[in-house]
């Protein structure tokens, strides 16, 4: 037994598109109007969106409850468990205090407060987006440049506007993940064509940054040093886009970009040492030194988690991991039950990953450096509850998000407003960023803004005739122009700028900045599309491959013996450093 979808319900298009819009309206509603906590929102929309399923579409209840648990399901695996992950890993970083030792180490580098605010908001923010993402880079380098003596709006504005080129790479990638999943083209090639786009928008953000806080006669000053950080930075994005896939971008662009800017700031400095008027002077402690082995040491963490990222990603240990680490089953129930609108069956099978997925690869990196940052396993155990508790609610907002997702997509619900849209004709490729930019200003997430329009923008672009990972990708990148003026956002810079109600404030700081990036994006992706076409990526779209397939693991076993020489390596060095510099201590006393 089959169900059909339909995409005109009442054969008036018009009409069938207001009653489509009405879920999607009413999280605007009630996020902007009525202010209501994000879970609450999302909850009410999915209702509404059953209700209009089951009543104005023909779909089964049952169905359309399926739907909702398959796609809150995806939710929970594999994404909640990469946020819970990566959210232990930095907490076990700061409660063992050697986030304090990172801290002073990148502010230790220079005093010029450009210069200051690129390492920061910049590229160390950009680092924290690709581990952590969902409000923690703003956070934390907001929170790191009120520390160093910079205006708390100020620090915010400037951290909220940072943080936006490497949003679509964020938390290793699930922004692309979910817009993979979501729309079976490839990950790669979204990837691909994101890190076609994304890497203008973070050469020229350096500069947007610095001209704003100082004007661009003192951007001159400093030229050089703004150009290896916005160059390095859009190289190595581009490269690890597109030759390594979504999960390294941010960080490995993060933490090339913060070292190419320190080698050259050894051989150049700025004429004059550049300050915010009127700002009381900041005094760095010099008696805080800390030796490389320390610094070493504290970044640790995060040098184990980008090895393991890199070999999780390698298809060799990925296809080894699987072969006794995967559960795959078809979702009863629903599984080749709706038939889609070109005559096709839709499946809906889920995959288990549990050793191959990339929160595993970050879990286990936490899990190696707990003995190396000094803390105790019954600590890190500790920590690892209250993050489990601290990310409940996040948990069920991103949950029921993709819930909501899958009922749209299913229902045929986004279909009507893709019908819609392909009323634009040839101009949709401008407009594509724009939902994005919206899909994340309503739900303060690129990764849940791709759940809500990235079918939708696979399926309008495919009866255009245009590429649709053009149109996918382009919603990725527009969305990240919308995480600085999203409420969501704009709540956390201003709790960590001990800004709590002056958020309009904040909102002026950003909005007009948010518009002028987006127009910039916008143009791009339709210059992509007509007259640099070539950027356009060659793919197949995923598919459900039941055959048997007989590996040869050999290769696999040797990467997975290589990356234990090398972890283990690691790990002894920092231990047997520590333990000297702690006999070298004892000594002296």
Request: aromatic share 12%; with cysteine; charged share 10%.
């Amino acid at each position: 037994m089959h169900w059909s979808q339909i995409t005109d319900p009442f054969n008036n298009l018009a009409l069938s598109v207001l009653i489509a819009l009405v879920p999607i309206l009413f999280i605007f509603w009630a996020l902007i109007v009525k202010k209501m906590e994000g879970y609450k929102a999302i909850l009410f929309a999915t209702l509404l969106g059953v209700l209009i399923a089951v009543f104005i579409y023909g779909m089964p209840i049952k169905l359309s409850l399926f739907s909702v648990a398959s796609g809150a399901l995806y939710g929970l695996f594999p994404i909640c468990w990469i946020i819970i992950a990566a959210l232990f890993l930095f907490n076990i970083t700061i409660k063992s205090g050697q986030f304090e030792v990172i801290k002073h180490f990148m502010a230790s580098i220079t005093s010029d407060r450009r210069l200051q605010a690129l390492l920061i908001a910049f590229s160390f923010g950009a680092f924290l987006e690709g581990t952590a993402g969902f409000g923690a880079p703003v956070a934390i380098t907001a929170a790191m440049l009120v520390g160093l003596g910079f205006d708390p709006l100020y620090a915010a504005g400037l951290c909220l506007i940072a943080n936006t080129s490497p949003v679509a790479f964020g938390s290793i990638g699930i922004p692309i993940t979910v817009a993979s999943q979501v729309t079976s083209i490839p990950e790669m090639a979204i990837s691909q064509m994101v890190g076609r786009t994304l890497p203008i928008i973070s050469l020229i953000l350096p500069f947007y940054l610095v001209i704003l806080m100082c004007g661009s006669k003192k951007t001159r000053e400093v030229f050089p040093a703004v150009l290896v950080s916005g160059l390095s930075f859009a190289l190595i994005q581009w490269a690890c886009s597109n030759f390594l896939g979504p999960s390294l971008p941010d960080i490995l662009a993060g933490i090339g970009s913060i070292v190419c800017l320190m080698v050259f700031i050894k051989f150049w400095k700025p004429k004059n040492t550049w300050r915010f008027a009127n700002e009381a002077p900041h005094i760095m402690n010099k008696e805080i030194k800390y030796s490389m082995a320390k610094v070493v040491r504290a970044w640790s963490p995060f040098i184990i988690l980008t090895i393991m990222i890199i070999a999780w990603g390698l298809q060799p240990i990925k296809e080894l991991l699987n072969s006794f680490g995967q559960v795959v089953f078809s979702f009863p129930g629903i599984h080749n039950v709706i038939m889609g609108v070109d005559g096709k069956l839709i499946p809906h099978v889920f995959k288990f990953n549990y050793l191959s997925a990339a929160g595993t690869a970050i879990f286990l990196s936490a899990i190696i450096a707990i003995p190396l940052i000094g803390l105790s396993f019954k600590s890190a155990a500790k920590i690892f509850l209250a993050t489990l508790k601290q990310l409940l609610f996040p948990i069920i907002t991103i949950a029921s998000i993709l819930g909501f997702a899958y009922l749209v997509n299913d229902s045929g619900i986004i279909l009507t407003v893709a019908q819609a849209l392909v009323k634009t004709g040839w101009l949709f490729p401008f407009f594509a960023p724009i939902l994005g930019w919206l899909g994340v200003f309503i739900t303060g997430s690129d990764t849940s803004s791709n759940a809500l329009f990235g079918k939708l923008q696979s399926v309008t672009a495919t009866s255009i005739g245009i590429d649709p990972v053009l149109t996918v990708a382009a919603n990725t990148s527009g969305g990240v122009i919308g995480k600085m003026i999203s409420p969501s956002s704009i709540a956390v810079a201003a709790a960590a700028g001990n800004l709590v109600g002056h958020e309009s404030k904040l909102f002026r700081f950003t909005v007009k900045h948010s518009f002028i990036l987006l127009a910039f994006t916008c143009l791009i992706v339709l210059a992509q599309t007509y007259l640099f076409s070539w950027l356009i990526p060659a793919y197949h779209l995923r598919t459900l491959d039941s055959a048997s397939i007989t590996h040869d693991f050999s290769k696999s076993y040797m990467y997975l013996i290589a990356l234990g020489i090398i972890i283990g390596a690691i790990a002894t060095i920092i231990l047997l450093v520590n333990r000297k510099k702690i006999k070298e201590a004892k000594s002296k006393e």
